[in-house]
């Protein structure tokens, strides 16, 4: 995963060996990367979509190599390792100063906590509040949970099953994966809009973005599956289809997106 493919590469710092002090660094998330670990890939991408989503270009994300570094060493500056490592740990400096470590954001309620570091160091508001996940990593669970008090006769969760859309009236469907922090917080968005806006015959439809079978997305949507992707459908039609709305910048669309069906529900 290249972090400076969802962050601007001024704001990436990759250090082979060592580390900086936290002095040094200003306002920076310092992230330890295990390529070879999974755990951390899923970290680090979740943490490049979390900081940009929500903090300005001031704050870096400085990389550093769990293979070379000097875990005692390091310990000293940063204080205690959050785990045994590989698991994506990260360590966020404000004003030079440490003010937390977290072992990694891998599942949701990993990135719950991702979430609310991303809303305390935002300059901007964050209006979605995600959940405290009972389970961490249930992909059904987890997703009733994110859409609150949605109703549910107007709520569907398949774990596969995308095979036609040709009998939906009017509805969104989005790719969820609960080990995603750009699928969380679009469902969560999606959830909290459309409960607001009260779209009479809207439905939602949540798919598991790891599950679906890529035959079916391909036929029924014409790509496969993407986590946080998301599709507006008109009369068994696709009409819009949006990356999803994890973004700040993403807001302004989810609310054209509800106002155009607001138009069509009266």
């Given amino acids: 995963m290249q972090a400076s493919s969802v962050l601007s590469p001024e704001q990436v710092v990759e250090i082979d060996v060592g580390f900086p ?6 306002n920076a998330v310092v992230f330890i990367r295990a ?18 989503s929500g903090l300005d270009s001031t704050w ?33 400096i404000k004003g030079g100063s440490l003010v937390y ?10 990135i719950k906590v991702l979430w609310e570091r991303i809303h305390e160091f935002s300059s ?7 959940p ?22 107007c709520l ?19 790719l969820y994966s ?11 968005a999606l959830a909290k809009e459309l409960m607001e806006a009260s779209l009479s015959g809207m439905r939602l439809i949540v798919l598991n973005a790891d599950a679906v079978p890529y035959s079916d997305m391909e036929r029924t949507f014409g790509e496969k599956p993407i986590p946080a992707r998301t599709y507006w459908i008109r009369h068994g039609q696709v009409v819009f289809r949006d990356d999803g709305y994890y973004l700040l910048e993403h807001r302004e669309t989810l609310a054209q997106r509800i106002d155009a069906f607001r138009r069509i529900a009266d």
């Fill in 101 to 110: 470590s977290d072992r990694g954001y891998y599942n949701a309620a990993l």
């Fill in 178 to 188: 609960p080990g995603r922090m750009s699928a969380l917080v679009t469902l969560g």
């Fill in 21 to 26: 002090e936290p002095a040094s660094v200003g």
């Fill in 35 to 52: 390529t070879w670990s999974g755990y951390s890939e899923s970290s680090l991408r979740n943490l490049a979509e979390g900081m940009k």
């Fill in 156 to 174: 569907e969760i398949d774990d596969q099953n995308c095979s036609s859309i040709e009998h939906l009236h009017m509805a969104v469907v989005t």
């Fill in 60 to 92: 870096k994300l400085i990389l550093v190599n769990t293979d070379t570094l000097d875990f005692e060493a390091f310990s000293k500056a940063y204080g205690p390792f959050p785990s045994s490592g590989g698991w994506g740990e990260a360590f966020w």
């Fill in 132 to 153: 405290d996940f009972s389970d961490q990593n249930s992909f059904h669970h987890t997703a009733i949970e994110n859409c609150g008090k949605f109703p549910a006769q």
């Fill in 124 to 130: 901007s508001e964050q209006s979605i509040i995600l």
